[in-house]
């Protein structure tokens, strides 16, 4: 029996998510809801899906599960309502931007036993997938360092920084669940310096715009991540991992490998522009993770306590910048 999935949040991710829906078979996106009501009657009617209220997802019994992809400060609540009326969830990230608020939605999630799943794309790439095959078979040896490279073309508007969480919870915890997926072992403690280099705005919203970060494990193994908030070559998205017996990586995603070569140089096509782009077979991968575990009842991944603990990774990484030194992380 197809999956019955209801959307909350008709945005620009919204959309990225109905047509992940739209390509993947076991699912029908059946409603969407939105703050806006245009923006939830275009997507509908793009997605053949009805517009209704979010009261009234949560309570049809035609709808399985729920999308959430509103923005970050309504994603815990939104979580906890549908996990008392027993929808299947799965939400972006964050969860929350704060630690304790996590904590008690989570709480909740157990206590109805309900199905959570995290948005974090990049452990369904093609690409970051055949790195982890590789350390997992072995090819490399044991892991040693991550290096991880993570660039925006642009910096987004002042309001999304308002809401965001700033850099490190918005931008930054995808790299830091990239590097939990990586390592293999948990940070144990992060060391950061962040700028703003690129929009005196941000700034100015007492955030940052470009950062370096050290994440050691207990055992010494080494992440680094490299943010920044403009990249003028295109969406720039890199990583490396070292080990006892060699290396494995994955370069950027172009339209195509070709490369032509005459008087003038070497020429290759241009990076990918942005996440919904590059993203593109992540997030289609994701959605067909979720629907197939929420159809087979298996566990999902990454789950709750993978959105607790990068979330751990990005409080730690602010106090370190604000302190400058390195911090242990709360739990590690």
Do not use: W
């Not at 053949?48 to 609540?77: C, E, N, Y």
């Not at 157990?110 to 690409?127: C, H, Q, T, W």
């Not at 990586?249 to 942005?274: C, H, I, K, Q, W």
């Not at 990454?302 to 990484?317: F, I, T, Y």
């Amino acid at each position: 029996m197809s999956l019955r999935l209801g959307l909350l949040g008709a945005g620009r991710i919204g959309k990225v998510h109905a047509g992940a829906i739209a390509a993947t078979p076991g699912a029908t996106l059946v409603a969407v809801a939105d703050a806006v009501p245009a923006a939830a009657e275009a997507l509908a009617a793009q997605a053949g899906a009805a517009v209704r209220s979010v009261d009234a997802i949560m309570d049809a019994d035609d709808i399985d599960g729920v999308l959430i992809t509103t923005p970050t400060d309504l994603h815990a609540t939104m979580i906890e309502r549908a996990a008392r009326a027993k929808k299947a969830i799965f939400c972006e990230k964050p969860i929350d931007l704060d630690i304790e608020r996590v904590k008690r939605c989570l709480a909740v999630v157990e206590a109805e036993g309900a199905v959570l799943m995290v948005g974090f794309n990049r452990r369904f790439d093609p690409n970051f997938i055949e790195v982890r095959r590789q350390i997992d078979a072995g090819a490399i040896g044991a892991v040693e360092m991550v290096s991880i490279v993570s660039r925006d073309p642009g910096p987004p508007p002042a309001e999304y920084i308002r809401r965001s969480g700033g850099l490190f919870r918005d931008m930054t915890i995808h790299d830091f669940d990239m590097a939990r997926f990586l390592l293999g072992e948990e940070p144990v403690t992060v060391y950061a310096a962040a700028s703003v280099l690129v929009d005196a705005a941000i700034g100015a919203l007492g955030d940052y715009d470009s950062a370096s970060l050290v994440l050691t494990t207990a055992s010494g193994r080494i992440a680094t991540i490299s943010n920044s908030r403009r990249a003028t070559y295109g969406y720039d998205q890199r990583i490396e991992v070292h080990g006892s017996k060699g290396l494995v990586s994955a370069d950027n995603v172009r339209a195509t490998n070709v490369e032509v070569a005459n008087g003038d140089g070497y020429r290759r096509e241009p990076l990918l522009d942005f996440f919904m782009t590059r993203y593109t077979a992540a997030y289609r991968n994701e959605i067909a993770a979720f629907i197939a575990a929420v159809s087979e009842g298996a566990k999902v991944s990454p789950s709750g306590e993978d959105g607790l603990k990068a979330l751990a990774l990005a409080d730690a990484a602010l106090r370190s910048v604000r302190e400058g030194r390195p911090v242990a992380v709360a739990g590690g």
